[in-house]
């Protein structure tokens, strides 16, 4: 069974840090590029950060760029998205994706608010 497992999320107040993680079980990592998406109350889901299953190419939302890295260990199985200088836009769900050639899977989301 395939599963993404979010964590990390909170309140932070603006100007603030978190680091997301996504814990994958039940598939080969390796094999799957990662991403962050996310979505805010009323809004659609929009893409924050992507990395290619070996972990050479990221690309970002422009919103996040200089602000956000996502990074992964394939040896842990484990994606993560290091948020810094958040402000109150920042705040919505954050969900992990995985995608290969046949498959893509969703975890469950992890709540970020950023308010003071």
């Known amino acids: 069974q395939v599963q993404l497992v979010e964590s990390g999320g909170g309140l932070v107040q603006p100007g603030g840090s978190l680091r997301l993680s996504c814990a994958a079980s039940g598939v080969t990592f390796s094999r799957y590029a990662m991403s962050w998406y996310r979505q805010a109350p009323g809004k659609e889901r929009e893409l924050v950060a992507a990395i290619t299953s070996a972990g050479g190419v990221t690309n970002y939302a422009d919103r996040v760029k200089g602000r956000f890295t996502i990074s992964r260990d394939n040896a842990k199985n484990t994606v993560y998205l290091q948020m810094n200088r958040l402000n109150p836009e920042d705040t919505a769900m954050y969900y992990c994706?995985?995608?290969?050639?046949?498959?893509?899977?969703w975890g469950q989301g992890t709540q970020v608010t950023v308010s003071s």
């Open positions: 994706n995985a995608k290969s050639e046949v498959w893509t899977y």
